[in-house]
T-cell receptor, first 113, second 112 residues
Framework: DADVTQTPRNRITKTGKRIMLECSQTKGHDRMYWYRQDPGLGLRLIYYSFDVKDINKGEISDGYSVSRQAQAKFSLSLESAIPNQTALYFC????????????FGPGTRLTVL | GNSVTQMEGPVTLSEEAFLTINCTYTATGYPSLFWYVQYPGEGLQLLLKATKADDKGSNKGFEATYRKETTSFHLEKGSVQVSDSAVYFC???????????FGSGTKLNVKP
């Protein structure tokens, strides 16, 4: 079984709809992250959480919110989706060690019409 | 600030050719450096890493050396295969911040 899972894998929605993307991990890591990937822009950090009670904004948090329901679960919400939020979204986790490698989920492809 | 700059792609090579993908960085502290690979339809996977100056990371025939004097971490492979076709991301992380900064990615196409 995959260590980091994301649901749904693909989603098509309409402008103005509320959308939730979910991430679960079995690695036992405290730290979790949400990124979006756009062609030519690489990965940009949306939100990150260093433990259940710690939530931080990344470089592009406007229009997004998150919830850390448990150590293993970190959800990303789009309260009112807009077309320029069409992208590939990745969840990642990391341990607190010095090498702090990040482990990525398979991604969710979101299309906002 | 902190940032990573990669060469733009796509890079197209014939099988068994030599590969170099350039990566330079700017960091306010002492970063760890990483190369991640993304195969079509998949998430990112760690390819190799180096945590201090002059370290060499290596995996699956790929290598990169942490050069503090030139703030670079170029990815190399002596003989690429069709199966190496993917997007490669250079990244840095600062221990005290534990956030990653990714480059824009370089797409590699290897032709038989």
């Amino acid at each position: 079984d995959a260590d980091v899972t994301q649901t749904p894998r693909n989603r098509i929605t309409k402008t103005g709809k509320r959308i939730m993307l979910e991430c679960s991990q079995t690695k036992g890591h405290d730290r979790m992250y949400w990124y979006r990937q756009d062609p030519g822009l690489g990965l940009r950090l949306i939100y990150y959480s260093f433990d259940v009670k710690d939530i931080n904004k990344g470089e592009i948090s406007d229009g997004y919110s998150v919830s850390r329901q448990a150590q293993a679960k970190f959800s990303l919400s789009l309260e009112s989706a807009i077309p320029n939020q069409t992208a590939l979204y990745f969840c990642a986790t990391s341990d607190t060690g010095v090498d702090n490698e990040q482990f990525f989920g398979p991604g969710t492809r979101l299309t906002v019409l | 600030g902190n940032s990573v700059t990669q060469m733009e792609g796509p890079v197209t090579l014939s099988e068994e050719a030599f590969l170099t993908i350039n990566c330079t960085y700017t960091a306010t502290g002492y970063p760890s450096l990483f190369w991640y690979v993304q195969y079509p339809g998949e998430g990112l996977q760690l390819l190799l890493k180096a945590t201090k100056a002059d370290d060499k990371g290596s995996n699956k025939g790929f290598e990169a050396t942490y050069r503090k004097e030139t703030t670079s971490f170029h990815l190399e492979k002596g003989s690429v295969q069709v199966s190496d076709s993917a997007v490669y991301f250079c990244a840095l992380s600062l221990y005290n911040f534990n956030k990653f900064y990714f480059g824009s990615g370089t797409k590699l196409n290897v032709k038989p």
